[in-house]
């Protein structure tokens, strides 16, 4: 029952965030001067099926540019015998870490080609994925000096709130109250900061990509 449940959970997470991908970046792409609900709902629709596909195609790459990148890393600790259980240890999680890392420069790769899919309004979001895959690997740092400082300022902003929690009593309904009320207001800084991750997203697009032709949409 827990894994079928943790699978609904997956499902629906990937859904929304496909959904509110394309709502948020006709909310901000859009010149419509409509409500800002009615742009968001409308991108919803309109890029879900290209956004899902890209999202699909994006997996295995995410697997294979990991695995190119941290691979050499587990291979070099597998050769190693038991007594190097400090260097085992080490290389363990250095490749962990570059995994991580190769998973997400994939994912930006994605926020980027979705910007462009949502602003061309090009049909072959799969095939944008991959050139900008691509251009994402062979100059990460572009992307990497917008996402940097928002993670950065997401980091302190968590520290505060642990910080806050740890200068709480441990019991008491006022003290939930505000636990919760905290909670919220680091929710809301992370939706800002996602909102300002495609801002500038959008703003590197606008650099480094023109708009597609007409022919090639």
Known sequence: GLGQLLTVV??????WNVLAAGGALESLLSGDPSRLAHRFGRGAGRFFGRF???????????????GILAGPIFGVRASLDDTAEG?????????I??????IL???????LARVRVARDDVR?????????????LRRPWQVLAVWVPLALLFVAVSALYLAFRGLLPPSGGAVILVIVLAQQLVMLARAAMRVALWSGEIA??????SA????SR
Do not use: C, I, N
């Open 87 to 95: 260097a085992k240890f080490w290389l363990g999680l250095a490749g």
């Open 105 to 111: 420069l994939v994912q930006l790769a994605l926020d």
């Open 97 to 102: 870490l570059v995994a991580l890392f190769a």
């Open 52 to 66: 899902l596909r890209m999202g699909l195609a994006a997996a295995p790459a995410a697997l294979l540019v990991a």
């Open 124 to 136: 072959k979001g799969v095939r944008v994925f991959r050139a900008t895959l691509r251009a994402v």
């Open 204 to 209: 590197l697009v606008e650099r480094q990509w």
């Open 10 to 15: 997956f499902v629906l997470t990937l859904l």
């Open 212 to 215: 597609a032709p007409l022919a």
